[in-house]
Every structure is written in structure tokens, then in C-alpha cells.
């Protein structure tokens, strides 16, 4: 079966880091492209961070550029978003996603539409 599965949400203070990861069971990662996406409740899913299959390439929203890095270790066939510099506009309810093969050369490419393996989802909030 396949599954995606997210963990480590929970509260962080204004300021702080946290990671999350994203462990994959039933398929391997190498070749798979992962997005990082976020929805708050009345707004629609939007994209994070994705890094692509075969040369990771990494790609990120403007507004976590520089405070998010995605990375994967496919000896753990896992991905994770590390958040460093959080903002309480950063809570969210946070999914990774899963597409065969590479991404295009831009975050353009990083839409909740092209990914079709999904994970159930965590929530972190940031507040004091």
C-alpha cells in the first residue's frame, strides 16, 4: 500500500524551528518528485517547497524562501521541511505529496494539482 505519512507538528513560538518529515512506505522516493503544501481553514491548499526526483532541485515559496529548506534522505525514504525564523502566518495544517518524476524548472511547477499521492496532513501552530 502506498502511504505517505507526516510528522512533527505541534507548537512553536514566534521565532522558532521545527522540522517536519515525511516517511514513505510502499514505493521509493528516489524517483519521486515531493511537494511540502499548507491549508488554513477558508483558504485554499498552497505550495511550500517541493524538490524534485533525480537532481533535487528545491523550489519555494516566496514567502518561506529563505527560512524553509526541504531536503530527502532516500535511505530513510523521507522528507523533510526544516522551518527556521516562524511567523505566526506560517500555521497551518502542512501535507507532503508525492509525483513520479521530476518537477519543471520553477516553483510554477509546484502546484497541489500535479501531485496525486497525498498524506493525511499535520497541524503546527505558531504562537506565544
Known amino acids: 500500500q502506498l502511504q505517505l505519512v507526516e510528522s512533527g507538528g505541534g507548537l512553536v513560538q514566534p521565532g522558532g524551528s521545527l522540522r517536519l518529515s515525511c516517511a514513505a512506505s510502499?514505493?521509493?522516493?528516489?524517483?519521486?518528485?515531493i511537494g511540502w503544501f499548507r491549508q488554513v481553514p477558508g483558504k485554499e491548499r498552497e505550495g511550500v517547497s517541493c524538490?524534485?526526483?533525480?537532481?533535487?532541485?528545491?523550489y519555494y515559496a516566496d514567502s518561506v524562501k529563505g527560512r524553509f529548506t526541504i531536503s530527502r534522505d532516500n535511505a530513510k525514504n523521507t522528507v523533510y521541511l526544516q522551518m527556521n525564523s516562524l511567523k505566526p502566518e506560517d500555521t497551518a495544517v502542512y501535507s507532503c505529496a508525492a509525483k513520479r518524476g521530476p518537477l519543471g524548472g520553477s516553483f510554477s511547477y509546484c502546484g497541489p494539482h500535479r501531485f496525486y499521492f497525498w498524506g493525511q496532513g499535520t497541524q503546527f501552530t505558531v504562537s506565544s
Open positions: 524538490i524534485s526526483s533525480s537532481d533535487d532541485r528545491t
Open positions: 510502499g514505493f521509493t522516493l528516489d524517483y519521486y518528485a
